[in-house]
């Protein structure tokens, strides 16, 4: 047996578990969103279109690091930025801003709603457990 086969794995929040999901997809949807606007040329007067490329490419690899690390708190409050980031996007392109709403929306529900249903499901285990030991 191998030291990896005889380790528990590592109990993840629903928070995590979610979150990571929402920032993985909404890389793809944002890289494909530069693509788009390079292709296009909808970016701004005066912005040259290759910035649609450089600017999906750089929120793509900053939302999958984000999302592999989101059992540390410093990658939840990276999240809640990167979701501004993009927000901020919508004043340059307004067809980011559907982007910004629906997963903007799936990441508050992530980190807000699961936080809530993991709080609920560790008291629910504390009693569960408490009630095993009581019996004799």
């Known amino acids: 047996m191998t030291n990896a086969e005889s380790r528990p794995r590592r109990y993840r929040t629903l928070p995590e578990k979610v979150g990571s999901?929402?920032?993985?997809?909404e890389a793809?949807?944002?890289f494909l969103a530069g693509?788009?606007?390079y292709g296009l040329r909808?970016?701004?007067e005066g912005v040259p279109p290759w910035w649609g490329i450089v600017a999906g490419a750089v929120m793509f690899v900053a939302l999958l690091v984000v999302s592999g690390a989101l059992r540390w708190r410093w990658a939840r409050?990276?999240?809640w930025v990167l979701q501004g980031v993009i927000a901020l996007g919508a004043l340059l392109v307004p067809s980011i801003l559907l982007i910004t709403i629906?997963?903007?929306g799936l990441w508050?529900?992530?980190m807000i709603g699961g936080a809530k249903i993991e709080r609920r499901v560790q008291e629910q285990r504390r009693a569960a457990e408490g009630d095993l030991s009581d019996t004799p």
């Open 21 to 25: 999901v929402v920032l993985a997809f």
């Open 28 to 30: 793809i949807v944002v």
């Open 35 to 37: 693509l788009v606007l």
């Open 42 to 44: 909808a970016l701004p």
């Open 77 to 79: 409050v990276a999240g």
């Open 102 to 104: 629906i997963f903007g």
């Open 108 to 110: 508050a529900y992530a």
